[in-house]
């Protein structure tokens, strides 16, 4: 079974960057595309970029040409790149593993990452 941990997360001003990273422990991330989701409080969790094996990027309107999605197979580890950041992006963010059916709902993905806070100051 494998185990997602995410890290990177912080308080950081309107404008500025924050790189996530999200590791895999008990196996290889194999095949499995990845994504990154988000919540903030009150809100549902929401989609905001996805990444296959040999590299196809989805991304959110909301965060296209700001964030960027990667992933090194052989270390078993995403990140997401995170420029210009909006006190709206502030939320708990989430790295997954995709199972099956619809890229951008939260109940296609099967395995979850605990989450780190990212804060936005205006």
């Known amino acids: 079974q494998v185990q997602l941990v995410e890290s990177g997360g912080g308080l950081v001003q309107a404008g500025g960057s924050l790189r996530l990273s999200c590791a895999a422990s008990?196996?290889?991330?194999?095949?499995?595309?990845m994504a990154w989701f988000r919540q903030a409080p009150g809100e549902k969790r929401e989609f905001v970029a996805r990444?296959?094996?040999?590299?196809?990027?989805t991304y959110s309107d909301s965060v296209k040409g700001r964030f960027t999605i990667a992933r090194d197979n052989a270390k078993n580890t995403m990140t997401l790149q995170m420029n210009n950041l909006k006190p709206e992006d502030t939320a708990v963010y989430y790295c997954?593993?995709?199972?099956?059916?619809?890229?951008?709902?939260?109940?296609?993905?099967?395995?979850w990452g605990q989450g780190t806070q990212v804060t936005v100051s205006s």
């Open positions: 990444i296959t094996y040999n590299g196809g990027r």
């Open positions: 997954a593993i995709y199972n099956s059916r619809d890229i951008f709902s939260p109940s296609s993905y099967d395995t």
């Open positions: 008990g196996r290889m991330f194999g095949a499995d595309a």
